[in-house]
């Protein structure tokens, strides 16, 4: 890391930790006292600031609201047994926000500067981290651009923001997606494997209407002929056939998971054979009719590990056992949650400890 960096902090006069139901956080209700701003102006990043959560202003012309130039991250921050406070590769979540910004046209920020940001806020907002088992604390860091203009070009003033959020767990209960086979999250080409403000927005309406059928997420397919799998609308996909574990390689259209590649590294690790590769739609449900397909779950930093308890394709709804005792989801499940916890052992260095203040 670098020499620590000037960082100008302006504490609330009254935190908001008190009106926080910590026993009933839900995903997004509430939001931490403080946030970390660092402006990009002239080139350059300017001097992080650290200050109350809240509003902030803008004229109508930001080139964010109406061109989408935005993009984002999430990490979570865990409480340990002995207090400390730790966060799942955050050097990681660094490098994929650089790689999002140069395929969205805007600046790399330095690594040093995001983590002693990403620090420094959390040893600010320490106590806004549970300590409660299945709580944590998420980490939402963006960027957007900020010129105020109408032409279509790249901005040439950002901002990067932290906030953060307690929260319990995204889906309280095992998923039921539905394949999709009409809408597309991206393609070839596209800014799918970017963590951009609009993927998210393309996927709502998709989304509204698979609820409306009484699923909970969507699978996403491709976007050239829908036959194939690439991600579900919030983590990556994995299926569990036999000692096999399978998932839709990466490409311009599929997220690079920070959770998934750690899944498979651990399957490997554990002598699962891993799949990386182009699932096909017919192929999962072949495995699912022959009662072949053993576990299929979503991994990803909100959901964690997401058992999926069914999964609908034209018509028909399967259903798919979720948490198998002797099952690969729920041991890698428990592993990443000991470890981010303190109780496993680090062995691949994958732990970021804040350090106290
Ligand atoms: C995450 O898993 O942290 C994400 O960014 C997905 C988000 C849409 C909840």
Request: charged share 25%; net charge negative.
């Given at each position: 890391?670098?020499?620590?960096?000037?960082i100008?902090?302006?504490?609330?006069?009254q935190?908001r930790?008190p009106?926080?139901?910590f026993?009933n956080?839900?995903?997004?209700?509430?939001?931490s006292?403080?946030?970390?701003v660092?402006d990009y102006?002239?080139?350059a990043?300017?001097?992080p600031?650290i200050?109350?959560?809240g509003?902030?202003?803008?004229n109508?012309s930001?080139?964010?609201l109406?061109?989408g130039?935005?993009?984002f991250?999430g990490m979570k921050?865990?409480?340990?047994?002995?207090g400390?406070?730790q966060?799942f590769r955050?050097w990681e979540?660094a490098?994929?926000?650089?790689r999002?910004?140069v395929?969205m046209c805007?600046?790399?920020?330095?690594e040093e500067?995001?983590m002693q940001?990403?620090?420094?806020?959390?040893?600010?907002d320490?106590?806004?981290?549970?300590?409660q088992?299945?709580s944590?604390?998420?980490?939402?860091p963006?960027?957007?651009?900020?010129d105020e203009?109408?032409?279509?070009?790249p901005?040439d003033?950002?901002k990067?923001?932290?906030f953060?959020?307690?929260?319990?767990?995204?889906y309280?209960a095992?998923?039921?997606v539905k394949?999709?086979t009409h809408?597309?999250?991206?393609?070839?080409?596209g800014i799918?494997?970017?963590k951009?403000?609009?993927n998210?927005?393309?996927?709502l309406y998709?989304?509204?209407l698979?609820?409306?059928e009484?699923?909970d997420q969507i699978i996403?397919?491709d976007g050239?002929?829908?036959k194939?799998?690439?991600?579900s609308?919030?983590?990556?996909l994995?299926?569990?056939?036999g000692?096999?574990?399978?998932?839709?390689?990466?490409?311009?259209s599929?997220?690079?998971?920070?959770?998934?590649?750690?899944?498979?590294?651990?399957?490997r690790?554990w002598?699962y054979?891993?799949?990386?590769?182009?699932?096909s739609v017919?192929e999962?449900?072949?495995?699912l009719?022959?009662?072949?397909?053993?576990e299929a779950?979503?991994v990803?930093?909100?959901?964690?590990i997401?058992?999926?308890?069914?999964?609908?394709?034209a018509?028909?709804?399967?259903?798919?056992p979720?948490?198998?005792e002797?099952?690969?989801?729920?041991r890698?499940?428990?592993?990443?949650?000991?470890l981010c916890?303190?109780?496993?052992t680090d062995?691949?260095?994958?732990?970021?400890?804040?350090?106290?203040?």
């Amino acid at each position: 890391m670098i020499a620590t960096l000037d960082i100008s902090v302006e504490r609330v006069a009254q935190s908001r930790l008190p009106e926080t139901d910590f026993n009933n956080l839900g995903f997004g209700k509430y939001f931490s006292d403080h946030m970390l701003v660092i402006d990009y102006v002239d080139g350059a990043w300017q001097e992080p600031k650290i200050m109350p959560y809240g509003p902030l202003s803008f004229n109508p012309s930001l080139i964010a609201l109406h061109y989408g130039q935005a993009i984002f991250e999430g990490m979570k921050a865990y409480r340990t047994a002995t207090g400390e406070v730790q966060i799942f590769r955050p050097w990681e979540n660094a490098k994929r926000l650089n790689r999002s910004a140069v395929r969205m046209c805007m600046p790399e920020i330095p690594e040093e500067l995001f983590m002693q940001g990403l620090t420094t806020l959390l040893q600010i907002d320490d106590a806004w981290v549970p300590t409660q088992d299945g709580s944590t604390l998420y980490i939402r860091p963006y960027m957007f651009g900020t010129d105020e203009i109408l032409g279509v070009r790249p901005s040439d003033t950002y901002k990067f923001i932290i906030f953060t959020s307690p929260v319990g767990s995204y889906y309280t209960a095992p998923v039921k997606v539905k394949i999709e086979t009409h809408f597309t999250r991206a393609v070839e080409g596209g800014i799918g494997s970017a963590k951009a403000a609009g993927n998210y927005a393309a996927s709502l309406y998709p989304f509204k209407l698979a609820k409306e059928e009484g699923y909970d997420q969507i699978i996403w397919t491709d976007g050239k002929e829908h036959k194939h799998i690439e991600e579900s609308g919030t983590m990556n996909l994995m299926f569990a056939i036999g000692n096999k574990i399978i998932t839709a390689t990466l490409g311009d259209s599929v997220l690079d998971g920070i959770t998934r590649k750690s899944v498979l590294q651990l399957a490997r690790e554990w002598g699962y054979e891993v799949e990386e590769r182009k699932v096909s739609v017919l192929e999962i449900v072949e495995a699912l009719e022959a009662g072949k397909l053993t576990e299929a779950f979503g991994v990803g930093t909100a959901a964690t590990i997401a058992p999926i308890a069914a999964i609908g394709y034209a018509g028909k709804n399967y259903e798919v056992p979720t948490f198998r005792e002797d099952g690969f989801a729920l041991r890698v499940k428990k592993y990443l949650i000991d470890l981010c916890k303190g109780t496993e052992t680090d062995t691949f260095d994958w732990i970021f400890q804040v350090p106290k203040a």
